[in-house]
């Protein structure tokens, strides 16, 4: 698969401001078609991309995920797989669609469609209030299987329980209110 002449531009932030600070301006500089979400610490292997990107180069749908849940892998921390079965069964009960990894970093999907969400959170909140509020719209979204190598936190991995309360609150308050 071709995807054209590279062109990269590195955009930094005056400090760090969180992640969700950090896709918004990313979202705001992008100038293609697609937007791709790959996080800096590769536990996701870009090899997957082609494979995301392929529906959406054939216009079958505006937003694939790539799920870690969807073929079976070690994972590192239990905690978290229990915490995103919350998740999956939180989305189902509020959105009525399964995600089965609404917290993934692979989110791709048309740029045309960001920009009528109204992003607000700064954090790991980002990835939640989007799934969110993707569903609240009535977007479908095609999820595919991707091969994950997780990091242990003293391998630098930043999310914490606090950001599962904090989904939790996404979940439900995006599921009722547009802000």
């Known amino acids: 698969m071709n995807f054209g002449q ?24 992008a100038r293609g078609d697609i937007i791709v979400i790959q996080d800096a610490d590769f536990e996701y292997n ?12 054939e216009e ?3 937003i694939v995920y790539g799920s870690r849940f969807l073929i079976k892998q070690k994972q590192k921390y239990k905690i978290f797989y229990w915490g995103n079965q919350l998740l ?34 700064n954090n ?24 994950y190598q997780g990091r242990t936190y003293t391998e630098g991995k930043k999310i914490k329980w606090v950001d599962g309360l904090m989904a939790i609150w996404i979940i439900i308050k995006y599921r009722f209110y547009d802000r």
């Open 6 to 29: 590279k062109k990269y531009k590195i955009i930094f932030q005056d400090k760090n401001q969180g992640k969700g600070a950090a896709l918004q301006k990313g979202f705001q500089a």
């Open 60 to 62: 079958k749908i505006k």
């Open 124 to 147: 790991f909140g980002m990835e939640i209030e989007m799934t969110a509020k993707f569903l609240r719209q009535g977007h479908k979204i095609l999820e595919l299987p991707i091969s």
């Open 88 to 121: 999956v069964f939180l989305f189902f009960l509020f959105y009525g669609r399964k995600i089965t990894d609404p917290w993934t970093c692979y989110k791709i999907f048309e740029k045309s469609i960001i920009h009528e969400l109204n992003l607000q959170s």
């Open 46 to 57: 870009p090899q997957d991309l082609p494979k995301l990107i392929k529906p959406i180069l």
